[in-house]
């Protein structure tokens, strides 16, 4: 379902941050990328959503290469690809509810069916009960649950975070976690760059290490292996 075929990546100043990248992704996967600070975790997570583009190479999604996709036609692989980052870049003048669906009102969709289905996602992220608020009346560990809403209200196939417990405390970070599994367990395919030691070894899954923009370890229900 996600490939990327000899997938390099030269930034305009000089820096190669991915160096010919081959890997397969299959639907329903969960799989953690790690690797040290600089070593083109955030390049590869990039290129699945199209924030960035391969210098050379293919990045295919469904067996279509997405960087060769007209900028145009970015935001409709978008609505089939969940996204969260570290800073959950929340909307600060939307409430909780309008934050989630937002992404529901860009495709045009009911009114009624916008309701439900951000009720329904606000509850699965258990806050339902804060859908006026506003993020900043929110805590950290509230706020990506927040984010997690909305990536997932249009039922995304695969959902890419980078770093997304890298803000909050540990017990926070293992609710999140919880969350993901759950999306995880309904066959979204889950991809999330992390530096968490402990959730990698404990909540086993593939875990992709990457070096200097080279794919150094692949392995199913692998460890974190490093020692930073
Ligand atoms: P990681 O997420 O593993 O820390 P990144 O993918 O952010 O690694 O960065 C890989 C390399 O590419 C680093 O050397 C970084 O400085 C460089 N880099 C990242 N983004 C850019 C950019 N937009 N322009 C130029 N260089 C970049």
């Not at 593939?206 to 020692?227: F, H, M, N, P, S």
Request: glycine share 8%; hydrophobic share 40%; aromatic share 8%.
């Amino acid at each position: 379902m996600i490939q990327m075929k000899n997938v390099y990546k030269k930034y305009p100043n000089g820096i190669v941050a991915l160096n010919g990248l081959n890997v397969e992704i299959a639907q329903g996967e969960f799989v953690y990328i790690v690797g040290p600070s600089g070593a083109g975790k955030s390049t590869f997570i990039k290129m699945m959503y199209r924030e960035e583009r391969p210098s050379s190479g293919q990045m295919l999604v469904d067996g279509k290469d997405i960087a060769k996709l007209k900028n145009r036609k970015v935001p409709f692989l978008r609505r089939d690809i969940g996204v969260v980052f570290q800073d959950f870049k929340l909307l600060p003048r939307l409430n909780v509810y309008e934050n989630v669906a937002f992404a529901l009102e860009v495709i045009e969709e009911k009114p009624q069916v916008i309701k439900e289905r951000v009720m329904e996602v606000l509850d699965m992220v258990g806050l339902k009960h804060k859908a006026k608020m506003f993020p900043r009346e929110l805590s950290g560990g509230e706020q990506q649950r927040v984010s997690i809403a909305r990536s997932i209200v249009n039922t995304p196939k695969v959902m890419i975070a980078d770093e997304p417990t890298g803000n909050l405390d540990p017990d926070t970070s293992w609710d999140i976690m919880n969350l993901f599994e759950q999306i995880n367990s309904t066959g979204t395919t889950i991809i999330m760059a992390t530096h968490n030691r402990e959730i990698v070894n404990k909540l086993r899954h593939r875990v992709i290490a990457i070096e200097g923009g080279l794919i150094v370890r692949d392995a199913a229900g692998g460890d974190y292996g490093y020692e930073d």
